[in-house]
Each structure stands twice: as structure tokens, then as C-alpha cells.
């Protein structure tokens, strides 16, 4: 359970204390691609909740989406075009959707939890 | 299958981390800001033209070189390689040269020695730093009695003896010549070196720094040491 967040954790550690970094120009592409990683971890994790997980879904959607979104700006960059902004949008607004999902899901569970409880102990 | 899952997930977030960790590293990459203002970077402008203007004079004087090869590549390659060799030879001090310069006399302070105190050697390290400030207010060529300084010189304390060249000083008085590009530039040498803390330096060791005027014609000699290099090797033909 807790393997996938010290995954997270190395990443950080190994990026923090290696201090790599990358050419400003590449900086757009970069955080795009963060954005879009995140948006496909927290879909994942609304379609764990869901009960709709697929494997190969999460991991084709992560990639593809960091790679579309970097091209996008990629071809922005080339076509005067700030296309960069339009990935921000979808991902920021799907982030926000999926967040508000996953914390609707978690607040039905959590009552659900306390029905059961009370139930428990009036029985 | 959960097991392989948790490692997909794993894998991914790993990758989230690092994209994080390198964006964050790049974006506060600027950690020291540009407090100079605007004085100071007129100044590094200044000396980066100074820099600019060197390069582009060495530049022509290639040119010219290259310029003269190829005129006289096939009339007479000889005297343009001869005319490079002793060029080269020039810069390196192995030739006697004349031009304008400065003498500075360094002779024991007559009072000190009444007095009965003892001279003793000139430390290399004042001379050193003598050296340094001429070459720093652009001296051509230097001779310190009689011993012309050239890249490879070391002016080091030998058993007490004060050498340059490992060729010891001989007591003072003695000469220091310096060579400069052009009677202009002595002129500078001399005022600056008239407005130089040297004289009172030289006086804490006992001895009197005579700047004289500057003149038209000061022969320096050469450099009369085999030049030894350990490092460059000759390249074969053809490389």
C-alpha cells in the first residue's frame, strides 16, 4: 500500500539531491507534463475509488498525456499559437473535477461508515 | 496482479517526483539575485570591450600574418617563417630589445647605512610584487640586473641568496630596466609607480627605490638561459 508513495518519495529525494535541471526554454514542456501527470494520478485514484481501475489505462494514459501535452506546446511554440494554455485548461479543469469526485466519493464512505457504526450500536 | 499493479503505480509516481523535483530546481535556479547596480555594470561592460578590443587587435595581427603566408607562399615561405620565428623569439625575451622604458634604481639607504644597519638581500617577495605591479601598468619587457624576466623566470630565495634565474643578485645597488610599448606608456609607468606605496615599501627593507625619468632608448638584453619546456612536444608531420 504504501510502496507507490515512497516511489514518490525517492523521485523526489533523487531530484532534489541531484539537482538537475533543465534549460529554461524546456521549462514550459516540464511543468506541462507535471500537470499532466497529475491529472492522470488523480484519475487513477478516482478510478480506483470508482472501482473502475485499469492497469493498462492509468499507465498508456500517463504517458500519452505527457507526451500530448508537451507536443501541444511543442507545436504552439512553432505555430505562434500559445496551444500550451489549452492543455493547462483542460488538465487544471480536469484535476478539479476529479479531485471533487474523490472527495465526494471519500465524504459518502466516511457517512456511510458512521451510518454503520450508529447502526452497531443502537442494535 | 495487485502486486504488479502497486509496481506500475510505483514507477509512475517515481517519475511524478522527479519531474517535480527537477522543476522545482529549475525554477528557483536564480538563487542569488543581480543586486549590481547600474554603475557596476557599466564597468564590467567597460572591461569586457577592453577585452573585446584585445581580441579583435590579436585578430588583425593574424590576419596579417596570415595574409603575408599566403603572399609569399610561393616566392619565399623562408623569410615569412623567419619573420614568425623571430617574432616569436621577440615574444618570448630571447632577443635583446630597445625601446622607451624606465630605470628604477634599488640602492641601500646611504643614512640607514651610517648608522651603522645592517643591508641585508632584497626579499623575493617584494620583488615579486614589484614585478607584478609593472607588468600590471603594461611593461613590454622587464631586466632585473641584468636579467631579463621572461615567462618561465622564478625569483626565489637560494641559501639565503636572492636569485632571479638562479643567477643570484648582486648586491645592491643594482638596475631594474623596464621596457614599455611606447615612450607614452613609460611615462605612465613612472607616475604611477612615483604614486606607488614601493618607495616607502622598499625603505621598510632599507633600500631606496630611485625611479628615473623616463627614457627613449633602454637596451634590455636577452634571455641567455637555454629555454626548457617539459610539457609541448614537437608534432609529427602530417598530424
Redesign the interface.
Known amino acids: 500500500m504504501w510502496l507507490p508513495f515512497l516511489g514518490l518519495i525517492f523521485g523526489l529525494a533523487l531530484g532534489l539531491l541531484t539537482n538537475i535541471q533543465i534549460p529554461s526554454i524546456y521549462e514550459n514542456y516540464l511543468s506541462i507534463a507535471v500537470l499532466a501527470a497529475l491529472d492522470t494520478l488523480f484519475g487513477g485514484i478516482r478510478a480506483q475509488l470508482q472501482q473502475v481501475y485499469d492497469d493498462k489505462v492509468f499507465v498508456s494514459g500517463f504517458f500519452f498525456n505527457i507526451a500530448l501535452a508537451a507536443g501541444l506546446a511543442f507545436l504552439g511554440v512553432y505555430l505562434g499559437i500559445d496551444l500550451y494554455l489549452a492543455a493547462i485548461f483542460a488538465f487544471g479543469v480536469r484535476l478539479f473535477q476529479n479531485i471533487a469526485i474523490i472527495r465526494r466519493i471519500l465524504l459518502t464512505r466516511i457517512d456511510e461508515k458512521r451510518h454503520k457504526r450508529n447502526k452497531n450500536s443502537i442494535e | 496482479m495487485k502486486k504488479?499493479?502497486?509496481?506500475?503505480?510505483?514507477?509512475?509516481?517515481?517519475?511524478?517526483?522527479?519531474?517535480?523535483?527537477?522543476?522545482?530546481?529549475?525554477?528557483k535556479?536564480p538563487a542569488e539575485r543581480d543586486t549590481r547596480d547600474i554603475w557596476a555594470i557599466r564597468e564590467e561592460l567597460a572591461e569586457e570591450k577592453q577585452r573585446h578590443s584585445a581580441l579583435l587587435a590579436e585578430i588583425r595581427s593574424l590576419n596579417e600574418v596570415v595574409g603575408r603566408y599566403e603572399q609569399s607562399e610561393k616566392a619565399n615561405l623562408q623569410s615569412a617563417l623567419n619573420e614568425t620565428l623571430n617574432r616569436l623569439k621577440l615574444q618570448a625575451g630571447l632577443t635583446e630589445i630597445t625601446g622607451p622604458g624606465v630605470i628604477l634604481r634599488v640602492e641601500p639607504a646611504p643614512e640607514l647605512v651610517e648608522m651603522g644597519y645592517e643591508i641585508k638581500e632584497i626579499s623575493p617577495d617584494l620583488l615579486t610584487q614589484l614585478l607584478n605591479a609593472l607588468f600590471k601598468n603594461n611593461a613590454a619587457s622587464v631586466s632585473i640586473d641584468g636579467n631579463r624576466v621572461v615567462q618561465t623566470t622564478a625569483i626565489r630565495d637560494i641559501n639565503g641568496k636572492t636569485t632571479v634565474n638562479s643567477v643570484p643578485l648582486s648586491s645592491p645597488p643594482f638596475e631594474i630596466y623596464v621596457g614599455t610599448s611606447s615612450f607614452k606608456e613609460a611615462q605612465k609607468m613612472y607616475n604611477s609607480l612615483q604614486a606607488s606605496t614601493f618607495i616607502d615599501s622598499f625603505y621598510l627593507d632599507n633600500f631606496n627605490l630611485m625611479i628615473e625619468e623616463p627614457t627613449e632608448h633602454l637596451t634590455l638584453p636577452a634571455f641567455d638561459q637555454p629555454l626548457t619546456n617539459d610539457y609541448l612536444t614537437e608534432v609529427e608531420k602530417g598530424e
Do not use: E, H, S
Open positions: 504488479n499493479m502497486f509496481t506500475r503505480i510505483t514507477i509512475v509516481l517515481f517519475i511524478i517526483g522527479l519531474m517535480i523535483a527537477v522543476q522545482y530546481n529549475t525554477i535556479q
